[in-house]
């Protein structure tokens, strides 16, 4: 496609990288169908399968990271987005955080909203050593060790039945 044909469909420049972000957030989003019914034991499950879909793609990550840290500006095109996409990650682990809480999962209560953050940022911050090492770094075991640390000393284990 020209770069007419596609200034056509999207007004900027800003706007096509933001469409991009958003395809393969869509993307991801089929990767866990039906989280608000999960707990965080599920959630923390299924973050490995994402996080690999992610890391293919080491440009949009790079891409969605810049935008990010521009976006800080008030009037940044892409605030909207980020803000967005925050908000929509926090509730949705926030939700698994809560569903825990609810069933008994977890070993003692915490803040749905505080953890939810925590969680984002830990995976935003392993994203970023990622990208400034690739080579040398691999994300997707520090993120295990992450879960399983935060499974061990939050999660309840499961009961057993015995017969």
């Not at 991801?28 to 879909?53: H, K, N, S």
């Amino acid at each position: 496609m020209t770069r007419p044909g596609v200034l056509h469909h999207y007004p900027s420049k800003q706007a096509v990288l933001l469409a991009l972000l958003e395809e393969r957030d869509q993307g991801l989003q089929l990767l866990l169908p039906d989280t608000e019914r999960w707990t965080l034991r599920e959630l923390l499950a299924g973050l490995d399968e994402v996080f690999a879909a992610i890391l293919k793609d080491r440009e949009l990550v790079q891409l969605a990271h810049v935008l990010t840290a521009e976006a800080a500006s008030a009037d940044h095109p892409a605030r909207p987005w980020v803000v967005r996409r925050h908000t929509l990650l926090r509730q949705s682990l926030g939700t698994a955080i809560e569903n825990s809480l609810e069933t008994g999962e977890l070993a003692f209560p915490v803040d749905p909203t505080a953890l939810a953050s925590a969680i984002l940022g830990v995976i935003e911050g392993i994203e970023n050593q990622w990208l400034v090492s690739p080579d040398g770094f691999d994300a997707r075991g520090a993120l295990r060790v992450f879960c399983d640390v935060l499974a061990a000393g939050l999660i309840q284990p499961t009961k057993k039945t015995t017969y």
